[in-house]
């Protein structure tokens, strides 16, 4: 079965400060795909970065980084330069196959991270 | 270009009464999903569908029926609403299966089921 596993649930950091957001998955399937979602307050899901199970190298999205360490099935988000604007909830998801043979995504619980001036 | 747009916002129903979540999306996408998103729990997939005219059963599809007569449209219909399917409730639409293709969000609506 496929899981994600978030266990911070909240964290907090400082404005200008990095700061890193945990997540862990669990598969068999050798080809996924892992994602990550911000939901600020107000509800909606945004989508930030993506990494392939094949991507030799860790995705990068402007202020985003995605820590890909594969043999620890580890996908952690990496935020640089914190704003205010990045409180939220930031939520780790995978693509996996359905017995349809068709993908979806199987989210974590989320981690709430709030910026502090 | 609107994106994903979802009706109604929010909603509140009797147990037993029905009703339809309406979902449009403008980006001509093949893809569609309904997911619910529970208190302190990430979004869960209830059905979705990968083209005009075909659905298919997601990890809770119980409760729940879904409708793709149109390729922009995908509707979500509670037959006989409890108060286990207070939600708040998400539809996504991507361009084709998830590989790369990122999931394009709705602003949600939140229903409660007294």
């Known amino acids: 079965a496929q899981k994600i596993t978030q266990t911070q649930p909240g964290m907090f950091v400082q404005e200008k400060e990095a700061v890193t957001l945990d997540c862990t998955y669990d598969?068999?399937?050798?080809?996924?795909?892992l994602f990550w979602y911000k939901q600020p307050s107000s509800g909606e899901m945004i989508f930030l970065i993506y990494?392939?199970?094949?991507?030799?190298q860790n995705a990068t999205e402007g202020r985003y980084s995605l820590n890909f360490q594969k043999a620890r099935k580890s996908a952690n988000l990496v935020i640089s330069a914190s704003q205010l604007g990045d409180s939220a909830m930031y939520f780790c998801?995978?693509?996996?196959?359905?017995?349809?043979?068709?993908?979806?995504?199987?989210f974590g619980s989320g981690t709430r991270l709030q910026v502090q001036p | 270009n609107a994106g994903v747009t979802q009706t109604p916002k929010f909603r509140v129903l009797k147990t037993g009464q029905s009703m339809t979540l309406l979902c449009a999306q403008d980006?001509?996408?093949?893809?569609m999903y309904w997911y619910r998103q529970d208190p302190g729990m990430g979004l869960r997939l209830i059905h979705y569908?990968?083209?005009?005219?075909?659905?298919a059963k997601g990890e809770v599809p119980d409760g729940y029926n879904v409708s793709r007569l149109k390729k922009q449209n995908f509707l979500l219909g509670l037959e006989s609403a409890a108060p286990s399917q207070t939600s708040v409730y998400f539809c996504?639409?991507?361009?084709?299966?998830?590989?790369?293709?990122?999931?394009?969000f709705g602003p949600g609506t939140r229903l409660t089921v007294l």
């Open positions: 996504a639409s991507s361009k084709g299966g998830l590989g790369s293709n990122e999931q394009f």
């Open positions: 598969t068999s399937d050798p080809s996924y795909g």
């Open positions: 990494q392939g199970s094949y991507d030799q």
């Open positions: 998801a995978m693509s996996f196959f359905m017995d349809t043979g068709r993908r979806a995504l199987t």
């Open positions: 980006m001509n996408h093949e893809y």
């Open positions: 569908s990968v083209g005009e005219g075909t659905t």
